[in-house]
């Protein structure tokens, strides 16, 4: 059974290996010891079964442990993905029907509590035949936290201040009002993922009804290749899914980025897709149909 061996305070696919037998071990160990060590400065180590038709599911969490509160603000799918890194994070999850879904999210909030743990914060899991699977959690706001607000229709980042301020908060009455999408705009060619770093000679963003963007980019920008790729990110919002996905794809027809390459074409390729639309797809899907990209 192919196993998983990650760095202790890995993500993103850093100090990451499957191996499918103990031959692999022995031979790559000690080389991922020693990324593990250069990226994390930890060369620990822990191994877990490797799932090989898995959505990625994550829990976004906001804690009080002063007020004896938690809250957990919907779950996100992040299964479109190139090397462990996302590309596409959606609200909901439409094609997730989790086993004991109640229990898990009673045990998240007391776990949060227990451990006293304060702000927000990201549990990801692996989901497999109507089972999750723990990986990490991230201890703090996360790239993809725009889907998020768009979804509920909040201020994460307001709530993060205010617990740490010392504001009692309550977000038990939150519920979900639209279904959103975002994607990563990086500053990479499309077809090798080779990074595009320059100047960016004009820009145009998208907006209007149910579009949000999320950069820092202007005219003559200069992209710096020393970080990482990721430039802009657009968050769609409609009342479903397919009104989320129009919106999305209006979003990347109107964007315009001279002067770099992006992956904007990749994402409207992946928008278009039979699988995307139907939900037929996993962590490996990208990887493993993205030759009929180029």
Not at 208 to 230: C, E, F, M, Q, W
Not at 256 to 269: F, S, V
Request: charged share 25%; aromatic share 10%.
């Amino acid at each position: 059974m192919p196993v998983v061996i990650k760095a202790a305070y890995g993500g993103g696919g850093k100090g990451m290996r499957v191996f499918e037998n103990s031959n692999e071990i022995d031979k790559f160990f000690s080389q991922l010891k020693s990324e593990a060590k250069n990226y994390f400065g930890d060369d620990s180590m822990y191994a877990e079964k490797f799932l090989t038709n898995a959505k990625h599911i994550e829990f976004q969490v906001i804690s009080d442990p002063k007020n004896n509160y938690a809250e957990i603000i919907g779950q996100r799918d992040c299964s479109i993905q190139r090397k462990n890194q996302k590309i596409i994070e959606e609200i909901p999850s439409s094609f997730v029907d989790i086993n004991n879904l109640k229990t898990i999210e009673k045990n998240i909030k007391g776990l949060l509590l227990k451990n006293k743990y304060e702000g927000l914060g990201t549990l990801e899991f692996l989901y497999q035949d109507n089972e999750i699977f723990f990986i990490e959690m991230n201890t703090r706001l996360q790239v993809e936290h725009p889907v998020t607000e768009e979804a509920f229709d909040i201020d994460l980042v307001k709530y993060q201040i205010m617990v740490a301020a010392g504001y009692k908060i309550d977000l038990s009455n939150v519920i979900r009002k639209n279904h959103t999408i975002e994607c990563r705009i990086n500053a990479e060619n499309a077809k090798d993922f080779s990074p595009s770093p320059g100047t960016v000679k004009f820009i145009n963003v998208p907006g209007g009804r149910g579009v949000r963007i999320d950069t820092a980019l202007y005219t003559n920008y200069k992209v710096n290749p020393h970080y990482d790729s990721l430039i802009l990110k657009i968050v769609s919002k409609g009342k479903d899914r397919d009104e989320s996905i129009s919106i999305m794809k209006r979003a990347l027809d109107e964007i315009i980025i001279d002067g770099i390459n992006t992956n904007i074409e990749l994402h409207k390729w992946i928008l278009n897709q039979n699988d995307f639309v139907k939900g037929i797809y996993n962590t490996n899907w990208l990887e493993k149909n993205i030759s009929k990209f180029y």
